[in-house]
């Protein structure tokens, strides 16, 4: 940056422009309806094909960091679920914060759609290890997770009944701020050849496109923006929704500031060469 | 102690190695219960190396704060803070909802957390007004790619002509081409990789200079 340039336009110029862009539209208010990609409707419409009662593994790889990004794409994902009758069962490969978070969050919408512990869903605990978890999970899933979250036996839980290792379950879901789903892909699903789908933080979505058109991974959720397209298809239109014209007054905002900064920039630049 | 310190080591990863290589091509139940009873090991030392991270991390502070190095006064708050919450573990109420490591977790670590991601968003805009420049050709192609997924990604772009529709095409052709070749690229040094590690080529792994 020239230094001309930098004295016309401080950082803080730049982040009071951006603040504005968050806020105003946040104040405002309103939500707006994101058409579906077949991307994102991928993972809805092979949630849509399993048959009542069947169950679901979601594998929530994310902690609050990226909670304001991802919760809205669990929110989602859970309502379609429960509306579908499915048996939810959630664990982590993240981190440890990852489950407490992932708890909190399940528990919330299974008060909103009125799903009880242990029938409607189970929570596991956090596994370390990358692959080496769904390896053993592929083999047996009570060799390593043998108790819930609470220290139920898996046994004792009508929503694992029939679980007795990975494949058991016709589809999963992995919802990831890390690199997590790259284990799905590469253990879960290349091993022992689990249905799978995903949701990720929208900077991480372009690594996983080569997954989709392989064909691995059935569906990709890329974002806020890809939670929304997920509150559409689903006809709950929710936080993602809501933070939409947030989003695109900010990429807006961000577009208009590149192209300022260019021109600023060649106009100095000009300006020197002329001197 | 060069046996226990070199050999042995060199020995566990020769074998685990072949064993593990050999298990994914016998289709028989032994194999899958040899691959269940590694996998557990697999999972426990990563559980015990957690351990060896917070060993690690008090060492490193606490090096710090008695050199008083640059900087210091963030270790102690480190390690403050670490000591903070692992008394909090013996509080009676313990981990459990409303207990102290609850309470931090839900009002301390959620929200910083947050916190920081969110101030990334700011950082990255000024990092794009001031070095997003289309200074050669690959630099404009870059910068014209990077405004068309962001206006593609909104509901906003829908309004433009043709947008939405270049966005997925860069995302599913060039983007998926590239990051292709970066995936057989890594999986070959992978392997490559693996190979000298458990043929004992490669011996970084045991410290020291070699």
Redesign the interface.
Known sequence: ?SPELKKM?P?WT??G???LA?TIPLVVGGS????A?PIVRGVYEEIEKLPEGSPILISSDF??????ELEPMMNAILAHCWRRKLRVVVMSLCS??SM??AEELVKKAAAEHKAEYGRDYALMKF????T??I??LG??WS??LPKDYYETPVADLPAMKGITKLTDFPYMVCVASVATPDYWILAGNAKYGLKMGMGCT?VM???Y??YI?TKQVSGLI??L?GA?QYEALVERPGLASSK??T?????????L??L???IL?FLTKKKGSAA | MTTLKRTVPLGIALVAGLVLILQGFVPHPVSGKVLTWTQSWVVIIAGVSILLGVGSLVQAHATKIHRQSRGWFYSAVTLGTFGLTALGFFHPKGIEPGGPLDWSYQYVMNEMSATMFSILGFFIASAAFRAFRARSVEATLLLVAAVIIMLGQVPVGAYLPGVPQVATWVLEVPTTAAKRAIILGVALGSIATALRIIFGIERAYLGGSE
């Open positions: 940056m336009i950082r730049v982040f422009i951006i603040a968050v707006t309806r994101f058409p990609t902690d609050p960091g990226s909670e304001a440890a914060n407490p978070l596994l370390p290890g990358g080496a978890p390896l053993t083999q047996s060799a390593i929208a979505a372009t690594d496109y080569p058109s890329g974002g923006a929304a939409m014209p989003q695109s007054v900010v990429h807006v905002t961000l577009v500031l590149i300022a900064g260019n920039h």
